[in-house]
C-alpha cells in the first residue's frame, strides 16, 4: 500500500516539474534550464545518500557499474534533458507527453535484446497504442483556423495575440529524441543496480548526476556559452531551480516506491503522471500550452499503451477470470 501511495506521489511531482520547467524555458533558454536542473541535482543527492549512509555504496561500485551509471546519467540529465526541454519549448509539454512514450518502445527494445526479456500480447498492444496516442495530437484544421481568426480579429497588444501556436516539427523531432535518452538509461541503470539495495541506488543516482555535471561543464567550456548562462533571466531561474527539486525528489520517491513494492505495480501508477501532467499545466501554464478533447485522448490512448507494455501477463491473469484460451493467449512471448 505504501509503496503504491510513493508511487503515486513520484508521479505527480514528476508532473509538476514538467509543469515548471515549461513556464521557465518561455523566458530562458535550454542550456540556461541545464545549467541549474543539471548541477542542484549533486547536492540533493549527495545530503540524500549521507542520510541514509549510502556515500560508502559510491566505491563499492565495479568498474562496469560506474561506467553504466555514467552513461545512464549523460544520456538521461544532458541528452534526454535537453531534447525535453527543447521540445517543451517548441510544442508544450501537453503535446510532448504522448510522443514522449516512445522511451518505453526503446527500453523494452533494450530489454529484449540484453536482458533477455520477451515480446507479449500486451506488450504488442501497448506498441500499438503508444503509437497511436502522438497522432491525435495534431489538428492541422483547427491550427489553421486558430491563427487566422487570432490574426485577423484580434485587438493589437490583446491576449489573443499571444495564443500559443506550437512548433510541431521542432517538438515532434526533440521529443522523439529524448525518448531515446530516456529509453537506454532505465536499461543502463538496471544493469548497475540490479539485487542492490536503496541506500545503492542513491549512491547510483549521486554518480549519475555528477557524470552528467561534468558532461555538461565541458560544453560550458565552448565560446560564448558561459556568458550566455550567466545573463539567464531570474524568473527563468527561479523556476528552473524549483523543477531541479522537485525532480530529484521525485526520483528519489520512485527508489522508495521500488523498494516496497514490485516493479509491475509502481511502474504502471508512474505513468499516470500523464494525466498529472494535465492539471499542472492547466495551472501554471494555462496560456501556453494546448488543451482539448484531442490532448486529452492522446494522453489517455498513450497511458493505456504505457499501461500495456508496463503490466505483467500474471498481474493479468490474478486479477481477472479468464478462460483457458485467453490464458494460453496471453502467455505467447517472442522470442
Known amino acids: 500500500m505504501l509503496g503504491g501511495f510513493l508511487a503515486l506521489l513520484s508521479a505527480a511531482t514528476f508532473a509538476f516539474e514538467t509543469a515548471t520547467a515549461r513556464r521557465g524555458v518561455l523566458t530562458g533558454s535550454v542550456a540556461q534550464a541545464l545549467s541549474i536542473t543539471v548541477p542542484l541535482g549533486v547536492p540533493i543527492f549527495f545530503l540524500a545518500a549521507a542520510a541514509f549512509g549510502a556515500l560508502g555504496t559510491v566505491l563499492g561500485f565495479s568498474a562496469e557499474a ?3 551509471l555514467a552513461l545512464a546519467g549523460v544520456l538521461h540529465f544532458v541528452w534526454g534533458r535537453y531534447c525535453n526541454y527543447r521540445a517543451s519549448k517548441a510544442m508544450g509539454a501537453n ?10 518502445l526503446v527500453t523494452l527494445a533494450l530489454a529484449i ?9 500486451l506488450r504488442v498492444l501497448g506498441i500499438v497504442l503508444v503509437v497511436l496516442g502522438p497522432a491525435l495530437t495534431y489538428d492541422r484544421t483547427h491550427h489553421k483556423k486558430e491563427t487566422s481568426v487570432t490574426a485577423a ?5 490583446s491576449d489573443a495575440h499571444k495564443v500559443f501556436r506550437p512548433n510541431y516539427a521542432e517538438g515532434y523531432l526533440f521529443a522523439l529524441l529524448s525518448s531515446t535518452g530516456y529509453g537506454i538509461s532505465p536499461v543502463l541503470v538496471r544493469l548497475a543496480l540490479e539485487n542492490r539495495s536503496l541506500e545503492a541506488s542513491l549512491g547510483g543516482g549521486l554518480i549519475s548526476y555528477a557524470a552528467a555535471t561534468l558532461a555538461f561543464g565541458l560544453i560550458l567550456l565552448l565560446p560564448g556559452q558561459w556568458r550566455h548562462v550567466r545573463s539567464i533571466d531570474p524568473g527563468a531561474a527561479k523556476w528552473f531551480a524549483i ?8 526520483q528519489m520517491l520512485r527508489y522508495m516506491a521500488l523498494v516496497l513494492a514490485p516493479v509491475s505495480v509502481v511502474t504502471p501508477i508512474q505513468r499516470t503522471s500523464l494525466l498529472f501532467r494535465l492539471y499542472f499545466s492547466r495551472i501554471i501554464n494555462p496560456q501556453h500550452e494546448v488543451f482539448g478533447g484531442r490532448i486529452v485522448a492522446a494522453t489517455v490512448v498513450s497511458l493505456l499503451g504505457a ?3 508496463s503490466v505483467s501477463t500474471e498481474i493479468v491473469q490474478s486479477v481477472l477470470p479468464l478462460p483457458d484460451w485467453a490464458r494460453t493467449f496471453l502467455n505467447w512471448h517472442w522470442p
Open 307 to 309: 499501461l500495456g507494455l
Open 66 to 68: 560506474f561506467a553504466y
Open 113 to 121: 535484446w540484453i536482458l533477455g526479456e520477451h515480446l507479449t500480447p
Open 95 to 104: 503535446l510532448v507527453a504522448p510522443v514522449q512514450q516512445g522511451n518505453l
Open 153 to 157: 480579429d484580434a485587438p493589437p497588444g
Open 243 to 250: 523543477s531541479a527539486v522537485f525532480v530529484c525528489f521525485a
